[in-house]
């Protein structure tokens, strides 16, 4: 008889206080591209979502494209420019097909949309050799549309009640002074105060809210991304907008650590962070977290946990404003080589 796993309890996310719905307990839980490359790491994400609607939470999954899928794109679009982008267009379609096969989900019927969509965009990069921030901001997308649109699928078919979500629909990017228009299309920023019209809309909505990282829309309605790494930011801004009770940041590393383990053989997990010790690390080198994650979950004080999808009834890393009095006053040593750094605080840290 397989024992039911327990990763969550009343200790996981300290009490706040919340100007939320008090009935829709929200809780984002964002899935790196190697928590979801695999059949395996799926059927723990499926048993993880039931754990926290048993224990009183309303899900919403958060993910990223699959593993290797966004260089697969970049060098995609590399190869259209010259003329000849088959191998690997191939070696996409079929990383996803393959993927779909293994979750029992038909592939090519849910993804014939955003695969048609890929080939004429790529016919028209060939024609024209050349890649506009609009164009590649809509290719890269489709990494997070495609992985989504499986995820929400396996997990239907697994008796869940999934509700799908364009996350375009709800993260709309702001302009910054004096941005120049690649920045404004690959690396935008949005607005996270508590907003209760999404709040209402999702609220309407029946079961799991699975949407994507990365991408956004401005205010002409064009796609723009997160900048590279942005899954963590856009779990940060919905947590934000929704007044989340948590986040959760799932990835293949138990947490944070004091130091690279890699490097460093006696590196210590970090049980407990503040939001300034966790932008400091984030900001300096640890590639767990994305330092643009930290600020909106901060302004509104929503507790961050940091856990590993092969390990989860580890608690992982809890960030938060009120980390503890006993821990280490040296919380983490960063480094990087083959560099100069210029050091500056900011009012963000």
């Given at each position: 008889?397989?024992?039911?796993m327990k990763t969550i309890n009343q200790d996981t996310f300290?009490?706040?206080?919340?100007?939320?719905?008090?009935?829709?307990?929200?809780?984002?839980?964002?899935?790196?591209?190697?928590?979801?490359?695999?059949?395996?790491?799926?059927?723990?994400?499926?048993?993880?979502?039931?754990?926290?609607?048993?224990?009183?939470?309303?899900?919403?999954?958060?993910?990223?494209?699959?593993?290797?899928?966004?260089?697969?794109?970049?060098?995609?679009?590399?190869?259209?420019?010259?003329?000849?982008?088959?191998?690997?267009?191939?070696?996409?379609?079929?990383?996803?097909?393959?993927?779909?096969?293994?979750?029992?989900?038909?592939?090519?019927?849910?993804?014939?949309?955003?695969?048609?969509?890929?080939?004429?965009?790529?016919?028209?990069?060939?024609?024209?050799?050349?890649?506009?921030?609009?164009?590649?901001?809509?290719?890269?997308?489709?990494?997070?549309?495609?992985?989504?649109?499986?995820?929400?699928?396996?997990?239907?078919?697994?008796?869940?009640?999934?509700?799908?979500?364009?996350?375009?629909?709800?993260?709309?990017?702001?302009?910054?002074?004096?941005?120049?228009?690649?920045?404004?299309?690959?690396?935008?920023?949005?607005?996270?105060?508590?907003?209760?019209?999404?709040?209402?809309?999702?609220?309407?909505?029946?079961?799991?809210?699975?949407?994507?990282?990365?991408?956004?829309?401005?205010?002409?309605?064009?796609?723009?991304?997160?900048?590279?790494?942005?899954?963590?930011?856009?779990?940060?801004?919905?947590?934000?907008?929704?007044?989340?009770?948590?986040?959760?940041?799932?990835?293949?590393?138990?947490?944070?650590?004091?130091?690279?383990?890699?490097?460093?053989?006696?590196?210590?997990?970090?049980?407990?962070?503040?939001?300034?010790?966790?932008q400091e690390i984030a900001s300096t080198g640890g590639s767990?977290?994305?330092?643009?994650?930290?600020?909106?979950?901060?302004?509104?004080?929503?507790?961050?946990?940091?856990?590993?999808?092969?390990?989860?009834?580890?608690?992982?890393?809890?960030?938060?404003?009120?980390?503890?009095?006993?821990?280490?006053?040296?919380?983490?040593?960063?480094?990087?080589?083959?560099?100069?750094?210029?050091?500056?605080?900011?009012?963000?840290?």
């Amino acid at each position: 008889m397989k024992t039911r796993m327990k990763t969550i309890n009343q200790d996981t996310f300290p009490p706040r206080e919340s100007s939320g719905d008090k009935a829709q307990q929200w809780l984002v839980m964002k899935f790196g591209g190697t928590s979801v490359s695999t059949a395996e790491r799926w059927q723990t994400i499926r048993d993880l979502i039931r754990e926290r609607q048993t224990a009183g939470y309303r899900p919403i999954v958060v993910h990223s494209a699959f593993a290797t899928v966004s260089n697969g794109l970049q060098a995609m679009l590399d190869a259209a420019v010259d003329g000849d982008y088959q191998q690997q267009y191939d070696e996409i379609v079929e990383l996803h097909m393959q993927l779909a096969a293994d979750l029992g989900i038909d592939g090519q019927a849910l993804l014939a949309k955003f695969i048609g969509d890929l080939e004429r965009l790529l016919t028209g990069l060939r024609l024209i050799r050349e890649i506009s921030p609009p164009v590649y901001v809509k290719v890269m997308a489709l990494g997070e549309l495609m992985a989504t649109t499986l995820g929400a699928a396996y997990l239907q078919s697994q008796g869940l009640s999934v509700n799908w979500t364009d996350a375009r629909d709800i993260l709309q990017s702001v302009d910054v002074p004096r941005e120049n228009e690649r920045s404004r299309y690959l690396s935008a920023s949005c607005a996270f105060d508590t907003d209760p019209l999404i709040q209402a809309r999702l609220a309407a909505t029946d079961g799991v809210i699975v949407t994507q990282g990365f991408i956004a829309r401005n205010l002409n309605g064009d796609s723009v991304l997160l900048g590279r790494g942005g899954s963590d930011t856009s779990a940060a801004y919905l947590a934000a907008k929704l007044d989340a009770a948590g986040l959760e940041i799932w990835t293949d590393v138990p947490g944070l650590f004091s130091a690279n383990p890699r490097i460093v053989s006696g590196a210590r997990l970090l049980k407990m962070l503040s939001y300034e010790e966790a932008q400091e690390i984030a900001s300096t080198g640890g590639s767990i977290l994305h330092p643009r994650c930290i600020r909106p979950v901060r302004t509104h004080a929503i507790p961050l946990r940091v856990r590993c999808t092969t390990q989860p009834t580890l608690e992982g890393t809890l960030i938060s404003r009120d980390p503890g009095s006993d821990a280490p006053a040296v919380k983490a040593i960063s480094s990087r080589a083959g560099i100069t750094v210029v050091s500056m605080e900011t009012v963000t840290m």
